[in-house]
């Protein structure tokens, strides 16, 4: 019962990014579109994609801990998403809004992750990371 109510609550949770997803990204970095499109695709929204060379304020600003910084930092629905975080696991945390959490974050640029795929290279292990108030802790292994 536990794992159809999650299962529903991931389907519903396509349609909550009702605003537009805003990604600032280093300047020029490709895989960020990839991961974009990814996303895109998966919420059904508009992705605003800002290049923004000063980034490091508006993760200060999201709470996020500087050893979690990828190459991206996206703002939906008053998350924030740092790096290649997979789809299923942003829709889970949207849906279900722990208390404290402000983002979760893969940090650095993990082979295998989204937009970062490679194929004919082994997939690097990664954690997504759930930061906010309290200590960071594992959201997902991947």
């Known amino acids: 019962m536990k794992k ?9 949770t396509s349609a909550m990014a009702a605003n537009d997803i805003v990604m600032h ?23 605003q994609i800002v290049d923004d060379s000063k980034r490091s304020a508006l993760q200060r600003k999201v709470g996020l801990p500087t050893h979690r910084a990828s190459c991206h930092t996206a703002l939906i629905d008053g998350m924030a998403f740092e790096g290649h975080v997979p789809v299923a696991d942003m829709k889970r ?36 990371i759930a930061f906010g108030k309290g200590q960071p802790r594992v959201f997902a292994r991947h």
Do not use: H
């Open 4 to 12: 159809l109510v999650l299962t529903l609550a991931l389907f519903l």
């Open 25 to 47: 990204r280093d300047p020029g970095c490709g895989c960020c579109e990839k991961w974009a499109q990814q996303v895109r695709a998966a919420f059904g929204c508009k992705i």
């Open 93 to 128: 945390l949207l849906a279900e809004k722990p208390a404290g959490v402000k983002g979760l974050a893969a940090a650095g640029m993990p082979l295998g992750s989204p937009g970062m795929e490679a194929p004919g290279y082994r997939n690097d292990r990664y954690n997504v």
